[in-house]
């Protein structure tokens, strides 16, 4: 079966986690820190990296450090992987979601300028917005942070697959048009850590509040104490926090990959060019790419030919490639229409771009070591899948 993803792993990767497997430090040691500067460098200047064992933990202290809470709001996508609303929910505060644009599939500024103007009204402002850069493209940041800015609301840009990527020739991660970046290290991501993320942030503050919640809130910095007269082996709790921590192990192989990552993502991009190129002018859409968007490229979504019988045409599709040995996948569900949220009052017909994404989207298979002659057979598939459409 050819993969829609997966990781490449390098001796020099191995040998990284080998050295660390030997030194005095398996949890968080120095390796930690030193992931965190380099990827923090590589999004731009004067910003601070906290890294996590998952991005849905860096997702949960984001919100927890924007201060996000029981009565808060959150707004973010439809079409994501469920963290990007979950965030919300571990803090008690409650979800709604924006409809995507139907050519980028990713946030709609028109729809968030609609939705705000209505929630203004109806004195329902969420507290934090969070727009997802789908399969590394980046989202509309610009308008999306003049808006928050209007309306007094804090940005987290889900960053999960756009490690690399950049928007108006600024690096994703650089939060300039947000509070918090967050990032995946999963292994399908740009690079892998095993499991891990990353949030960055410009707010010396908020990355303070960051490390701590990643800690249990705990401290050992005795300028944070509540009193000092402790011993020197002394730590206290200062605020509510988690087992949140990325190992040395991790951080070792993260920074390895980062050798390589402008290598990925270059290859990502000249397989993406191949696909477009041969794709254009089939009846298959791909996503809109702009001049100002340069994705990295973390997946390869089509969207089959919009009739009144798209769910069953995706599902003969996904059959036939799959009988092809084709591992293509979906991206996503809608998640308003999960059962954890169907309980919440969300229905069918909420965000009707998302759900005629969700009902054609099929991606198809882009990682590392793909050869011409691969992505010419899944093409020629693609193409006999499509006599399968009624």
């Known amino acids: 079966m ?5 990781q490449i792993i390098s001796n020099e990767d191995i040998n990284s986690v080998l050295e660390v497997l030997k030194s005095d430090w398996l949890t968080q040691g120095p390796m930690i820190e030193k992931f965190e500067n380099k990827v ?4 731009g200047k004067q910003l601070f990296g906290t890294a ?3 991005a849905t933990s860096a997702l949960h202290a984001a919100c927890y450090a924007l201060g996000l809470r029981e009565g808060d709001i959150l707004w973010t996508v439809p079409n994501s992987f469920v963290a990007s609303a979950n965030c ?4 008690g505060a409650q979800v709604d979601f924006v409809d995507i644009d139907p050519k980028s599939w990713n946030m709609c500024p028109i729809s968030l300028k609609d939705k705000l103007e209505s929630a203004e009204h109806n004195g329902k402002l969420p507290k934090i917005i969070i727009p997802v850069h789908f399969s590394g ?10 808006l928050a800015m209007k309306y007094g609301i804090k940005v987290i840009e889900d960053a999960s697959h756009a490690l690399g990527a950049s928007y108006n020739d600024t690096m994703v991660g650089s939060c300039k048009y947000s509070d918090i970046t967050v990032f995946s290290f999963h292994p399908v991501k740009m690079i892998t850590t095993g499991e891990g993320g990353m949030a960055v942030t410009k707010d010396e503050n908020l990355d303070g509040k960051m490390k701590l919640f990643r ?4 401290t050992r910095d005795r300028r944070d104490f509540k009193n000092s007269d402790l011993g020197p082996w002394s730590y206290q709790q200062v605020g509510l926090g988690y087992n949140y921590r990325m190992t040395d192990i991790a951080a070792a192989l993260g920074l390895s990959q980062l050798k390589t990552l402008h290598k990925f993502i270059s290859e990502r991009r000249a397989y993406a060019s191949h696909y477009s190129k041969v794709l254009d002018g089939t009846p298959y859409v791909s996503q809109e790419t702009k001049i100002e968007h340069n994705s990295s490229w973390h997946l390869y979504v089509i969207c089959i030919p919009d009739t009144k019988n798209n769910r069953n045409n995706r599902l003969a599709i996904f059959r036939f490639l799959r009988e092809q040995k084709i591992g293509v996948n979906v991206h996503y569900e809608p998640i308003h229409l999960q059962p954890f949220y169907r309980k919440m009052g969300f229905r069918e017909n909420m965000f009707l771009s998302a759900e005629n994404y969700s ?3 099929l991606s198809i298979p882009l990682f590392l070591t793909m050869t011409t002659d691969t992505q010419n057979y899944i093409l020629k ?4 899948g499509l006599e399968l459409i009624n």
């Open 381 to 384: 598939a693609l193409n006999d």
């Open 40 to 43: 923090s460098s590589i999004c």
């Open 215 to 218: 800690n249990h809130g705990i």
């Open 88 to 91: 919300a929910i571990f803090c």
């Open 359 to 361: 009902e054609r989207c």
């Open 2 to 6: 050819i993969p829609y993803s997966k």
């Open 137 to 146: 493209m980046s989202a509309e940041m610009a308008v999306i942070h003049e």
């Open 52 to 54: 996590y064992n998952s």
